[in-house]
């Protein structure tokens, strides 16, 4: 079987966590604070399954598995299981964690057989870590699947979605396929729906357009996923944004599927009882990714010399928000 190590026990790192551990797989989790270490040794990860039960079954189902867990700051080096099998290092966190120290710290503590998995939903962090992680050594992982946290720390599985695996860089190496394939079949394992992509760079923006929309509006107007497709004039600003959006990628030759448009309000309708991790930020008065998302748009497209007005006017109004506990 695999070895995991996911770094960070939110939403989607609980998923993960809790699905491979219970497919058999060596599981640690990486977390920064003390007590969520604690919580986790004492309880262990609890992932409430609100989709795979049948309609006739009230009960969601409740797994709960007991992954080795240690802190971030823990000395000991990331991967050493002398070389015999891959292992996957699931870069579980927010895109503003992904910093120069850390990708030092995990240059200097993966081993040899070591793989660095990235989840992230924004632009940008490939490059803060190919400075210090080796480019062949890093894959991108791009996921639709649906969870968010309860009020009681719990994960809740809320969408079945796709998972995506490519190459974070040009690096295609016979050596790269192979971890690839290894990954895709132990996720697949696992449960979840995976596949291989030799274009992922396409799949990271296709969802970060579809990010780009879904995220801000709901925490600009405080509403779960699916309320974005009742709310009068919200479909007007979800197509301002989308269209915005392809218009940059079209100039950067940036290849999206035609029903792209059809895709997000899918991911709408499946997930439309979540509230983004955007919309939870902002209630919760903490930072969020707009500057990972939105700003990365932003930025490519003044680089580009292409307008994105209604992304300008989203993003200062987000900023403005951020900080401020609802």
Known sequence: ????????????????????????????????????????????????????????????????????????????????NNGREPHFILLAVKQSAITGELGLELGRRMGSSAWVVCLQNGIGHLETLAAHVPAERLLSAVTTEGAMISTAGEAVYTGCGMTWVGAAGKERTEVSEIAQKNLVFWLQLAGFSASMSKNISSRIWQKLLINAVINPLTALLRVPN????????????????????????????????PDLWEQLLEVCRRTANNRSSMLQDVMAGRLTEIDAITGGLLRVADRSGIALPTHLTVYRLIKATEGHRL
Not at 45 to 63: G, M, N, P, W, Y
Not at 251 to 257: H, N, V
């Open 226 to 257: 699916g309320e974005l497709l009742n709310l009068p004039g919200a479909g007007e600003l979800m197509r301002a944004l989308y269209e915005e959006g392809v218009t940059l990628a079209r100039a950067l030759d940036i290849r999206l599927e």
């Open 1 to 80: 079987m695999g070895r995991f190590t996911v770094i960070g026990a939110g939403a989607l790192g609980t998923l993960f966590a809790v699905r491979l551990s219970e497919a058999g797989h060596e599981v640690e989790v990486v977390v920064r604070r003390a007590e969520r270490k604690a919580e986790i040794e004492a309880a262990g990860l609890r992932l409430i399954d609100a989709v795979s039960r049948s309609e006739e079954q009230s009960a969601r189902a409740v797994i709960t598995a007991f992954p080795r867990v240690r802190l971030w700051g823990e000395e000991e080096a990331f991967g050493e």
